[in-house]
């Protein structure tokens, strides 16, 4: 049964927990907690949202970070600042994977302050 699994304690449980306290931490991140799911799609917001684009940011997040993520866009939605990842890793792992993601945002939000800067 999976029920021990999604319980406290539980692998899954524990993997949707490292999620959800990833992305409150980021200030470059949104998140609508998953409730059955054993996926997130997290938003990008702020700075590191301009001109973002999900299919270049998860071809950079493989080829820089070795982080596989799918790009928002792939599940039929009208904007493009979302990516999905599964619950599957541990939690450990899926924390490491949020630290990865975020440093890469906070670098496209420094290059993104400083050309709005630079162009007002």
């Known amino acids: 049964t999976i029920s021990p699994l999604c319980q406290p ?4 449980h524990e993997t949707r927990r490292a999620l959800i306290e990833s992305c409150e931490a ?7 907690a998953p409730q059955g799911a054993l996926y997130g799609f997290p938003a990008v ?3 590191a949202a301009r ?9 950079e997040m493989l080829e820089t970070e070795d982080v596989l993520i799918v790009p928002g ?4 939605v009208p ?3 979302h990516f999905r990842v599964t619950l599957l890793p541990e939690a450990p792992v899926l924390r490491e994977v949020f630290a990865r993601i975020d440093r890469v945002l906070a670098r496209r939000a420094s290059k993104a302050a400083a050309a709005a800067g630079a162009a007002a």
């Open 73 to 76: 866009a792939s599940f039929n």
């Open 26 to 32: 980021s200030e470059h991140l949104k998140l609508v």
């Open 51 to 59: 001109g973002f684009d999900d299919h270049a940011f998860a071809l």
């Open 45 to 47: 917001v702020g700075d």
């Open 9 to 12: 304690g539980g692998r899954l």
């Open 79 to 81: 904007y493009r600042n």
